[in-house]
Nanobody, 127 residues
């Protein structure tokens, strides 16, 4: 009933830019926080950036000053503007939404504090 879908990945040369999007669909009332994670092959998934419903943001040290996280007014769409990309930014980028409150029409209930991951979008930065 809730889906998280990322888009915008691709292949870019070092120094280039990409903009990732994440859309959460369903009968959403609100989402507390949304995050971007990334995972390189054979490595642990790492947190890249977070944005709260109030608009406060945080970044990992490795992307600070190069990446910008933002959220659409409807709060169910999130973006990650990635500039000055480096080969070490390569990986699968995942959207993670937590504190989701939504309406489940199948059982006529409001569901609270749910968390969902997207399937990921590949970003490859060539040197």
């Amino acid at each position: 009933q809730v889906q998280v879908v990322e888009s915008g990945g691709g292949t870019v040369q070092a120094g280039g830019s990409l903009r990732l999007s994440c859309v959460v669909t369903g009968n959403i009332y609100r989402i507390n926080r949304m995050h971007w994670y990334r995972q390189e092959t054979g490595k642990v998934r790492e947190l890249v950036a977070t944005i709260s419903s109030s608009g406060s943001v945080s970044y990992s040290d490795s992307v600070k000053g190069r990446f910008t996280i933002s959220r659409h007014n409807a709060e169910t769409t999130m973006y990650l503007q990635m500039n000055s990309l480096k080969p070490e930014d390569t990986g699968v980028y995942y959207c993670y939404a937590d504190g989701i409150v939504y309406y489940a029409p199948n059982n006529h209930q409001t569901v609270t504090n749910e968390k969902y991951w997207g399937q990921g979008t590949q970003v490859t930065v060539s040197s």
